[in-house]
């Protein structure tokens, strides 16, 4: 299973940005994709997540502003950013969990600045 991310970028605070993150390669129909996040100088920390039946969980610190959603057809998960603020800082990944396993795809850094 591979993990490709893209769409990050510099923003200004209260700007907005849209993640993606396409998975390939044997994909269970089972599955649980979403978003960890490692801010410079700390550990990685879970964002949010979406299983393959519609479940969603956020993180405190994000509700109200993204939104994760996927594409089950073409195995993809979005992570729509809203009212970015500094502290949203971070190299961003994509993550899935099936059949017990847990694949990374490469992070994707978001930098909102001034």
């Known amino acids: 299973v591979q993990l490709q991310a893209s769409g990050g970028g510099l923003v200004q605070p209260g700007e907005s940005l849209t993640l993606s993150c396409a998975a390939s390669?044997?994909?269970?129909?089972?599955?649980?994709m979403g978003w960890y996040r490692q801010p410079p100088g700390k550990q990685r920390e879970w964002v949010a997540d979406?299983?393959?039946?519609?479940?969603?969980r956020y993180v405190d610190s994000v509700k109200g502003r993204f939104t994760i959603s996927r594409d089950n057809a073409k195995n993809t998960v979005y992570l729509q950013m809203n009212s970015l603020q500094p502290e949203d800082t971070a190299v961003y990944y994509c993550?899935?969990?099936?059949?017990?396993?847990?694949?990374w795809g490469k992070g994707t850094l978001v930098t909102v600045s001034s």
């Open positions: 979406i299983s393959s039946g519609g479940t969603i």
């Open positions: 390669g044997s994909i269970a129909s089972f599955n649980v």
């Open positions: 993550n899935i969990i099936q059949l017990g396993r847990n694949y």
